[in-house]
């Protein structure tokens, strides 16, 4: 990785919709540059797919939680990979501490949020769950690359 693959993640970040001429002018090269290097990223995995940004308190999901869980030993990755099926589970997260697993799920009301952590208690090898809901989002963004990592 170069600082223009780097520069290039930003853009695409910001944009992922902007064309190949677009992003070359905006970072001093040509389209050719540009097209070879995303396809460059792509093959590597460092660039897994293009989405848009989703604003879901204008969907109604406006009750986002922090779910923290711990599981029986060795029983992690099956937990996990139950809970990454459900619709409302938007990150998990293997974490150090108390617990073992973080999971970012988005709710449209109290009564979702209940059932989805209700369901978590009942599955196997779930020892317990900690629950704290989100009361601002002050920043949620992708990193921002300087070139200089």
């Known amino acids: 990785m170069d600082s223009l693959d780097l520069l290039l993640l930003n ?5 992922s919709r902007q064309s190949f ?21 792509e093959k590597k995995g460092i660039i897994r797919g293009y989405s848009v940004k989703i604003d879901y308190d204008k969907l109604g999901f406006d009750l986002i939680a922090l779910i923290e869980m ?6 992690l990755f099956e937990v996990e990979k139950r809970i990454a099926s459900k619709p409302n589970a ?19 009301n109290r009564r979702s949020l209940d059932a989805f952590v209700k369901d978590l208690q009942k599955m196997d090898f779930v020892q317990r769950t900690s629950t704290r809901l989100v009361l601002n989002t002050i920043k949620e963004e992708n990193l921002k690359f ?3 990592e």
């Open 146 to 148: 300087s070139g200089k």
């Open 11 to 15: 853009e695409l970040s910001l944009d």
């Open 70 to 75: 711990k599981i029986d030993k060795g029983k």
């Open 21 to 41: 001429r677009a992003l070359a002018k905006k970072l001093g090269v040509s389209p050719a540059t540009v097209v070879s290097h995303t396809k460059e990223l």
């Open 90 to 108: 938007c990150s998990i997260y293997d974490i150090t501490g108390d617990t073992d697993s973080l999971i970012i799920a988005k709710f449209k």
